[in-house]
């Protein structure tokens, strides 16, 4: 059963913006912990950005400033907001629930940052 469902990733060029999308069901959003992680070719997998219940939120270092994580409760999605995108964010990116006894993964969404 499909539980996150990620969408924005595409192609842009270095400089541009995109907004990332996760589409979750209403038991998996309501999860303390949802986040962003991304793995580039032959890189580690990483945390990009995590909402926390409670609002607080945690961004890795080279992306902050830059991206903006957020949720829309209305909708059960959650949202990275991409600026000032340079070819180093090339990745596939990851939507993150975990609850401190499951955690559930989507299936990630191709980013491409051209120079």
């Known amino acids: 059963q499909v539980q996150l469902v990620e969408s924005g990733g595409g192609l842009v060029q270095a400089g541009g913006s995109l907004r990332l999308s996760c589409a979750a069901s209403?038991?998996?959003?309501?999860?303390?912990?949802m986040g962003w992680y991304r793995q580039a070719p032959g890189k580690q997998r990483e945390l990009v950005a995590a909402?926390?219940?409670?609002?607080?939120?945690n961004y890795a270092d080279s992306v902050k400033g830059r991206f903006t994580i957020s949720r829309d409760n209305a909708k059960n999605t959650l949202y990275l907001q991409m600026n000032n995108l340079t070819p180093e964010d090339t990745a596939v990116y990851y939507c993150?629930?975990?609850?401190?006894?499951?955690?559930?993964w989507g299936q990630g969404t191709l980013v491409t940052v051209s120079s």
């Open positions: 209403g038991s998996i959003f309501s999860m303390p912990v």
């Open positions: 993150h629930a975990n609850s401190g006894f499951l955690t559930v």
């Open positions: 909402s926390i219940s409670g609002g607080t939120t």
